[in-house]
């Protein structure tokens, strides 16, 4: 079975830092790019970074970009997501999903599956 | 404010066919495929509908997706009460390089 499973999350004072690990299984991990998304309290998904396959190319949304670094280990079968500079705005939870590789996603904004998704809290 | 538009909220009763749509760019939608998710409360979400109109293994046939130039639309036939939902659309955005997501619709059934 095809798992995601995300952990790390937890509360940190603004400007503090943060590392999320996400642990795949059922799958070779090696051959897909992954991404990491993030969902506000009550509020909608928004795409926050993605690396490839190999780990030699990352994208990151605006918002994130300078403060967050996305990688993986290939070896280790993990996702993770280093969020230094936290503010307020980061609090979410983040999911980590699944992206293009081999069979039927294709597309970059093609993502599945999802982890479970872990809660990170910015507030003093 | 999301880049790509969807309406907050849609409603149908059970047995109804109803359609989401989504309103996007020449840089995202125009030129880039849709892909649709589904968010059941309290639940990660989970792929839908892929490459503007194809369905993952077990997504029910009820669920189909269209796309025409700037615009995508979900329809979900033979409404049922499991179908109670937020649903969004995603694609690539070449301009800001990244992915954009639509705001999410969620979905009531009466």
């Known amino acids: 079975e095809v798992q995601l499973v995300e952990s790390g999350g937890g509360l940190v004072q603004p400007g503090g830092s943060l590392r999320l690990s996400c642990a795949a299984s059922?799958?070779?991990?090696?051959?897909?790019?992954m991404h990491w998304v993030r969902q506000a309290p009550g509020k909608g998904l928004v795409w926050v970074s993605r690396?490839?396959?190999?780990?030699?190319?990352?994208r990151y949304a605006d918002s994130v970009k300078g403060r967050f670094t996305i990688s993986r280990d290939n070896a280790k079968n993990t996702l993770y997501l280093q969020m230094n500079s936290l503010r307020a705005e980061d609090t979410a939870v983040y999911y980590c999903?699944?992206?293009?590789?081999?069979?039927?996603?294709?597309?970059?904004?093609?993502?599945?599956?999802w982890g479970q998704g872990t809660l990170v809290s910015v507030s003093s | 404010q999301s880049v790509l538009t969807q309406p907050p909220s849609a409603s149908g009763t059970p047995g109804q066919r109803v359609t989401i749509s989504c309103s996007g760019g020449?840089?995202?939608?125009?030129?880039?495929?849709v892909n649709w998710y589904q968010q059941l409360p309290g639940t990660a979400p989970k792929l839908l509908i892929y490459?503007?109109?194809q369905r993952p293994s077990g997504v029910p046939d009820r669920f189909s997706g269209s796309k025409s130039g700037t615009s995508a639309s979900l329809a979900i036939s033979g409404l049922q009460s499991e179908d109670e939902a937020d649903y969004y659309c995603?694609?690539?955005?070449?301009?800001?390089?990244?992915?954009?997501f639509g705001g999410g619709t969620k979905l009531t059934v009466l």
């Open positions: 999903a699944r992206g293009r590789g081999l069979g039927y996603c294709s597309s970059t904004s093609c993502f599945d599956p």
């Open positions: 059922g799958f070779t991990f090696s051959d897909y790019w």
């Open positions: 690396i490839n396959s190999d780990g030699s190319s990352t």
């Open positions: 020449s840089s995202n939608i125009g030129s880039n495929t």
């Open positions: 490459s503007n109109n």
């Open positions: 995603a694609a690539w955005d070449d301009s800001l390089n990244g992915v954009v």
